[in-house]
């Protein structure tokens, strides 16, 4: 690959397929020609050699393909999308009915009434170590170290002394196994399970790696079901809730790290670079102006040494 080709894909990836950078820093490059710049047709000028420290890139130059499912951010300003969730106020709000007579008033009053007021609080729990060579979902139980970690999983959630509004869990039997073993020690709390967070291929992975090539057909299937996975359960809190919420989704790295990404903005190609340990806790936080901060990833701090494993 050319230089120029890397450093187009480069800026592709730091501006999320949004923006492309028109410069990156390389070092000093020497000038071409005897003028700054060249006349266009109208008059203007463009420049005809990069100032010092800079190369441009071509204009053509475009990022890698991304899934069709994927919304990417428009516009040129920042890569923020403050309407990730189609929850914001005025994505809600049909100005086509805004009340001639009131007015603003009436417009304000509306954008009130949409906005989300409570804090969702997201822990997100690997399942535990399992027993990799079942032939069929149903032979692939916990190990008895995965038992272990499981019960040490539920133990650091329940020293967090929040009241945790439900648990919901993918219906593979590793994370419903898992599921069972932390809820022991959070009574009452109400159990779902879901086939949207199964295990799967959530997008191609970039860069690519030997070891793990599914056919392109698991990456349209799957990642279809996970996208809806999070468009489903990752958002800010619905206007109606006054109260902050804190929701346990037991799953599988796969599909956490797709979420991580897809939540904090970031390419959701680079999901297989995060690792996650099992039995492991991430904690996301979504505001009330959809803002995310990710608190914790991948935790494991409170397992001894010796109970931590990635398998």
């Given at each position: 690959?050319?230089?120029?080709?890397?450093?187009a894909?480069?800026?592709?990836g730091?501006a999320g397929?949004?923006?492309?950078?028109?410069?990156?820093?390389?070092?000093?490059?020497?000038a071409?020609?005897?003028?700054?710049?060249?006349?266009?047709?109208g008059?203007?000028?463009?420049?005809?050699?990069?100032?010092?420290?800079?190369?441009?890139?071509?204009?053509?130059?475009?990022?890698?393909?991304?899934?069709?499912?994927?919304?990417?951010?428009?516009?040129?300003?920042?890569y923020?999308?403050?309407?990730?969730?189609?929850?914001?106020?005025?994505?809600?709000?049909?100005?086509?009915?805004?009340?001639?007579?009131?007015?603003?008033?009436?417009?304000?009053?509306r954008?009130?009434?949409?906005?989300?007021?409570?804090?969702?609080?997201?822990?997100?729990?690997r399942?535990?170590?399992?027993?990799?060579?079942?032939?069929?979902?149903?032979d692939?139980?916990?190990?008895?170290?995965?038992r272990?970690?499981?019960?040490l999983?539920?133990?650091?959630?329940?020293?967090?002394?929040?009241k945790?509004?439900?648990?919901?869990?993918?219906?593979?039997?590793r994370?419903?196994?898992?599921?069972?073993?932390?809820?022991?020690?959070?009574p009452?709390?109400?159990?779902?399970s879901?086939?949207?967070?199964?295990?799967?291929?959530?997008?191609?992975?970039?860069?690519?790696?030997?070891?793990?090539?599914?056919?392109?057909?698991?990456?349209?299937?799957?990642?279809?079901?996970?996208?809806?996975?999070?468009r489903?359960?990752?958002?800010?809190?619905?206007?109606?809730?006054?109260?902050?919420?804190?929701?346990?989704?037991?799953?599988?790295?796969?599909?956490i790290?797709?979420?991580?990404?897809?939540?904090?903005?970031?390419?959701?190609?680079g999901?297989?670079?995060?690792?996650?340990?099992?039995?492991?806790?991430?904690?996301?936080?979504?505001?009330p102006?959809?803002?995310?901060?990710?608190?914790?990833?991948?935790?494991?701090?409170?397992?001894?040494?010796?109970?931590?494993?990635?398998t």
């Amino acid at each position: 690959m050319s230089v120029r080709r890397a450093l187009a894909l480069a800026a592709c990836g730091l501006a999320g397929g949004s923006v492309l950078l028109s410069a990156v820093v390389v070092g000093k490059q020497p000038a071409r020609g005897g003028g700054d710049s060249e006349p266009r047709p109208g008059g203007s000028a463009v420049p005809s050699a990069a100032p010092p420290g800079l190369l441009l890139l071509p204009p053509t130059a475009s990022c890698p393909p991304t899934a069709g499912w994927i919304e990417r951010p428009a516009g040129s300003g920042s890569y923020w999308d403050s309407n990730w969730d189609r929850r914001e106020p005025l994505a809600l709000v049909n100005l086509k009915k805004k009340n001639e007579e009131t007015g603003e008033e009436e417009l304000a009053s509306r954008l009130d009434h949409c906005k989300a007021k409570a804090t969702r609080h997201i822990f997100l729990i690997r399942h535990s170590q399992y027993h990799l060579d079942g032939r069929a979902d149903k032979d692939r139980t916990l190990t008895p170290l995965g038992r272990e970690q499981a019960e040490l999983t539920g133990r650091r959630l329940a020293s967090l002394g929040l009241k945790f509004d439900q648990i919901i869990h993918s219906s593979m039997t590793r994370a419903t196994e898992t599921t069972e073993i932390i809820s022991r020690h959070l009574p009452g709390v109400k159990k779902i399970s879901t086939d949207l967070l199964r295990e799967g291929a959530p997008i191609e992975p970039d860069p690519p790696v030997s070891h793990w090539k599914p056919e392109a057909v698991q990456y349209y299937e799957d990642g279809a079901r996970i996208e809806a996975a999070f468009r489903n359960f990752i958002h800010r809190a619905d206007a109606k809730q006054e109260e902050d919420s804190y929701e346990i989704f037991v799953c599988h790295a796969n599909v956490i790290r797709y979420i991580v990404c897809r939540a904090l903005q970031f390419p959701p190609e680079g999901w297989l670079r995060l690792s996650l340990n099992n039995g492991s806790i991430t904690h996301l936080v979504i505001r009330p102006n959809g803002r995310v901060a990710l608190r914790t990833l991948g935790d494991t701090g409170f397992m001894p040494p010796d109970k931590i494993t990635r398998t």
